[in-house]
């Protein structure tokens, strides 16, 4: 299986935004749905938002109206636009897509 490649995490401040992508190669992508999960030190990974092959989103409420998951099929990414962020939203952020290995996750932090 091919990795996902994440980037676009960084440092920055409560109250904050950051924008994450999820780049994948090979045309499977678009035929798939794709999630944002992260984990923070000594945490269990949790899953963060989903979005499907036609555009169904979910999250989990400890997101919902802060953070948005979208997706480009012509260019095979997938994003996550993070808002109004938290302390408690530092993490590593991974994103899943079936049929591709796990990536390397993106730091995010959020300093207060």
């Known amino acids: 299986q091919v990795p996902l490649l994440e980037s676009g995490g960084g440092l920055v401040q409560v109250g904050g935004s950051l924008r994450l992508s999820c780049a994948a190669s090979?045309?499977?992508?678009?035929?798939?749905?794709m999630s944002w999960y992260r984990q923070a030190p000594g945490k269990l990974r949790e899953l963060v938002a989903s979005i499907t092959s036609g555009g169904s989103t979910n999250y989990a409420d400890s997101v919902k109206g802060r953070f948005t998951i979208s997706r480009d099929n012509a260019k095979n990414t997938g994003y996550l636009q993070m808002d109004s962020l938290k302390p408690e939203d530092t993490a590593v952020y991974y994103c899943?897509?079936?049929?591709?290995?796990w990536g390397q996750g993106t730091q995010v932090t959020v300093s207060s």
């Open positions: 899943s897509v079936p049929g591709y290995s």
């Open positions: 090979g045309i499977i992508f678009r035929f798939n749905s």
